[in-house]
């Protein structure tokens, strides 16, 4: 890296210079992750937070500002794992929205639950350190969700979806890294087997890629964004 790109991205907010130093330059900087809950990004999202515990309306409302993407977003920024608000919140989640099915569901009108949620939520729960017992239910839902194609979609137990697709399944990816990155054990080697078929799915797509006419599946996936949301 050049001098001029490591001081612009030095120059940027606490968790990008914590990311930087760690991901880039090789450092630890516990110091800087500790500041993410009290200087910019991290303490403007937690200063969001409502007294009960949830951000926005509450678990997926209003979208992007709920407490589902606001915890994604501060595991993205890799807030510190121990912050006692957020393993709170999480703890809601898990006690007010199970559905029969096992999958945290934000729905009021839908009875299944979306394998794209419970992926994202495997994703930022099992970064903050989540009970396993509480955890069981998603991942038995999530083994379930999988393809024939070695991917996931969340159409396939609402719509009658038959292809994976892109979108759920690095959602899924993400949230089985985690649990197996934090120590999980519970079903670990399904999930590391269901994680083996989705990165082969993802690569006969060439990441973005129609597979039957090598067209880019939607243009946005082109596009280098924060957060980075579906695309």
């Known amino acids: 890296m050049d001098d001029n790109s490591r001081d612009w991205l030095l120059d940027g907010d606490v968790?990008?210079?914590f990311q930087v130093h760690r991901d880039l330059l090789g450092e630890s900087r516990p110091d800087l992750q500790a500041r993410i809950a009290d200087e910019g990004w991290g303490a403007a999202f937690l200063a969001e937070r409502h007294p009960q515990g949830h951000w926005g309306r509450g678990f997926y409302q209003?979208?992007?500002t709920s407490s589902h993407y606001t915890l994604l977003n501060l595991k993205t920024l890799q807030i510190q794992p121990e912050n006692k608000d957020i393993k709170r919140s999480i703890e809601i989640i898990l006690e007010t929205t199970k559905a029969a099915d096992g999958g945290v569901n934000p729905?009021?009108?839908?009875?299944?639950?979306d394998v794209c949620v419970n992926g994202m939520f495997l994703n930022y729960a099992c970064y903050f350190g989540a009970d396993e017992d509480q955890l069981k239910s998603i991942v038995d839902y999530?083994?379930?969700?999988r393809m024939e194609d070695g991917g996931f979609n969340c159409e396939r137990n609402r719509g009658g979806a038959r292809h994976s697709s892109l979108h759920s399944t690095i959602s899924v990816l993400e949230g089985i890294h985690e649990y197996e990155r934090n120590g999980y054990t519970y079903r670990l080697d399904e999930l590391q087997s269901a994680a083996a078929s989705s990165r082969e799915f993802i690569l006969i797509h060439q990441l973005?890629?129609?597979d039957h006419t090598g067209e880019i599946i939607h243009?946005?996936?082109l596009r280098l964004s924060f957060p980075g949301r579906w695309h």
């Open 142 to 145: 999530v083994i379930d969700e």
């Open 62 to 64: 209003p979208k992007w």
């Open 15 to 17: 968790s990008i210079q």
């Open 219 to 221: 243009k946005d996936f």
């Open 208 to 210: 973005y890629k129609s």
């Open 107 to 113: 729905a009021k009108t839908i009875e299944v639950s």
